[in-house]
């Protein structure tokens, strides 16, 4: 039962686990309180091709053009529908969906010129099993810009993401905000990379605040809770994957959305079953 | 004291020429028809839209964009009420222009979050989510965090609206407290009927000024006539507005 704390690669996965989930999860409050779970859906798609852009335009797959390719594409969709949104009648969503589909295509085309298939899905589905100590040290560090940016500005973001107006005439910069929330969004994206792939992430940055949300109505809570569900689920979701022998990436969403439904069934204030009783 | 007050929504003017001189104590009662720009001028007393022209003064100082003395209190649909905020943390967040980024949450602070909530007698209610309390309780709820801000002037936009006629009568009784008590109250309000009971003054408008002073010298039927005759959109285009 114990054997694979003793495995290098399984300590290295469980400490990946610990770090991305724990950020993911703690940063999975702001997507729900900002009801942007879609949008974050569309951007971690949009990794994809960026990925796929930057294998084409280097020649080669490595951790560095992974990265930057996923973040280029990123930013260019995110902010790209930021600025149609404000300089046109085009709404931020409708942008969005144009933009993210538009380079998914281009990312599906130019697949046919890279060649090697193989490691192109490792980044689409993600094997968190196969972290090297140079991914530990930068989910470490990214992990660590996201918590301190959220700590550090937590209260102008929250008045943002609640009241838009009256932070705005509290004198707190909302455009600014908006913007932080959205790099770290993007950053967080880019963590998860290496443990469920750019398909599964929305998983790991929606579900553990999602949880939370139906569990409590003190936001601290949501954060932090959210936090630690997101850690303590990976880690479960890979005890199970190694002992059921299933891909790491999904288990870790698959427990991450069981927790949602239990939640959603069992919440003694806000779930399904408490609410047919009470009525 | 509002001066020449002027707003722009792009080439449409939401606003025009609007002066008042109030001082503390008094509960102010902004009235005209729908689209005469109410919410707008608390908005733009509050710094939430930009003025195009005129000044405002608070206490002999020209307000620039915004003021920690003033708070406002948006209408009830502009409130996210599912966002997981208990009526303590909502209290809390008035003392955000405080405490900025970097200060400690400290006692002073968690006292003035107390006597609001003593204020308002919502203390029972402190670990509600703002979605489980009564309309009256949420209007309370978010005076609590306006005093908390240890705001002076109360900027409240439709405040009686969607409230039951106890809790209107409880509402007006708490402004008239808080009035007493030194504070400004400026509040947008659609109810002709009530407004001399629960105002002591008045600005009718309808895009521009059309009177300013107690409430039962402006709201006289004929100014009232006079003022919700025109609607608001036939004088809302500016003079540079393209044809």
Known sequence: MFAPFQDPFFQRALLAGLLIGFTNGFFSGFVVLRRTALSVSALSHTMLPGIALGILITGALTQANAFIGALTAALFVGLGSVVVSRTSRIDQGTALAILYTTAFALGVAALKYLGNYGDLQHWLFGDIRLVSSNDLWLAFAIGSVILLGSCVFFRPLLLTLFESSVASAQGVPVRAMNYLLFLMLILALVTSLQAVGCVLSVGLLVAPGATMSLLTNRTPVLFWGGGILGAFGSVLALLCAYWIDIPAGPAIVIVLGTAFLLAFLLSPKYGLLSGIRRS | ?243
Not at chain 2, 13 to 31: E, F, H, P, W, Y
Not at chain 2, 133 to 146: K, M, V
């Open chain 2, 1 to 243: 004291m509002i001066r020449n007050v002027e707003v722009s929504y792009g080439s449409v003017a939401a606003l025009k020429d609007i002066s008042m001189a109030t001082s503390c104590g008094n509960r102010v009662a902004l009235v005209g028809p729908n689209g005469a720009g109410k919410s707008t001028l608390l908005k733009a007393i509050a710094g939430l839209v930009p003025r195009q022209g005129g000044s405002i003064q608070w206490r002999g100082t020209a307000v620039k964009k915004w003021s920690r003395e003033f708070a406002y209190l948006p209408q009830r649909e502009e409130v996210d009420w599912d966002f997981p905020i208990t009526v303590s943390g909502l209290v809390e967040m008035g003392r955000y222009p405080h405490l900025g980024l970097w200060k400690r949450y400290a006692d002073k602070d968690h006292q003035a979050v107390e006597k609001a909530l003593q204020t308002l007698g919502i203390t029972d209610l402190r670990d509600r989510q703002i979605c489980e309390l009564s309309g009256g309780q949420q209007q309370r709820a978010f005076l609590a965090r306006a005093l908390a801000q240890e705001a002076h002037v109360l900027l409240l936009d439709e405040p009686f609206t969607g409230l039951d006629r106890n809790a209107s009568e409880s509402l007006a009784h708490l402004l008239t407290e808080l009035s007493e008590e030194g504070r400004l109250i400026l509040a947008s309000h659609h109810d002709l009927e009530s407004a001399p009971q629960l105002f002591n003054e008045c600005l009718l408008l309808n895009l521009t000024q059309r009177d300013f002073g107690p409430t039962a010298k402006v709201l006289t039927d004929s100014a009232i006539e006079k003022a919700f005759a025109q609607a608001p959109l036939q004088a809302s285009t500016t003079e540079t507005s393209n044809p």
